[in-house]
T-cell receptor, first 113, second 109 residues
């Protein structure tokens, strides 16, 4: 059963703590992406990776970090430097980078208080 | 001007109605176009890609108008289950997709 999984579904953290969101895919896709979605706003790209061991900053990378050590996995760390971390975080993948259809995981809703 | 613009709605239509949404984009060099559907508090799901010649999938028809820089989505015979937010997505001349903020559709009995 191919797809993208994200865990956990809900996450609560105190301000000042780093937190890592998991994203795994078994679609054999080369490219993976992290977005955040805030109420009333479109998806905004945080980081993306076209291939293993490579990643690029998106439009709002400040306060976030990623790694891509395996093709299947693209974890996102929300650091304490991120000013407004409370949001809905979505991971996606596509067969290749560059305008192909992206498929999304179910998302992680992060609340930082 | 936003790179991808959509009417936020909501569009309130009765079951069985036909409804259409437009989405305008700013970059004439845009190369790929998609419609996604997003249910409340869920992830976006790909509804259909939009090709230059237009394409149809059951009750859904997507059209591209490059001259006027917009894409459209037509839904015929609306069902209650069509209630969702529809996201317009455009690829400009980079590796990134640009997502619109979505048009909300509410189908009532």
């Amino acid at each position: 059963d191919g797809g993208i999984t994200q865990s956990p579904k809900y996450l609560f953290r105190k301000e000042g703590q780093n937190v890592t969101l998991s994203c795994e895919q078994n679609l054999n896709h080369d490219a993976m992406y992290w977005y955040r979605q805030d109420p009333g706003q479109g998806l905004r790209l945080i980081y993306y990776s076209q291939i293993v061991n490579d990643f690029q900053k998106g439009d709002i990378a400040e306060g976030y970090s990623v790694s891509r050590e395996k093709k299947e996995s693209f974890p996102l760390t929300v650091t304490s430097a991120q000013k407004n971390p409370t949001a809905f975080y979505l991971c996606a993948s596509s067969v290749l980078a560059g305008g192909y259809e992206q498929y999304f995981g179910p998302g992680t809703r992060l609340t930082v208080t | 001007r936003k790179e991808v613009e959509q009417d936020p709605g909501p569009f309130n239509v009765p079951e069985g109605a036909t409804v259409a949404f437009n989405c305008t984009y700013s970059n004439s060099a845009s190369q790929s176009f998609f419609w996604y559907r997003q249910d409340c508090r869920k992830e976006p799901k790909l509804l259909m890609s939009v090709y230059s010649s237009g394409n149809e999938d059951g009750r859904f028809t997507a059209q591209l108008n490059r001259a006027s820089q917009y894409i459209s989505l037509l839904i015929r015979d609306s069902k209650l289950s069509d209630s969702a937010t529809y996201l317009c997505v455009v690829k400009f001349n980079t590796d990134k997709l640009i997502f619109g903020t979505g048009t909300r559709l509410q189908v009532f009995p």
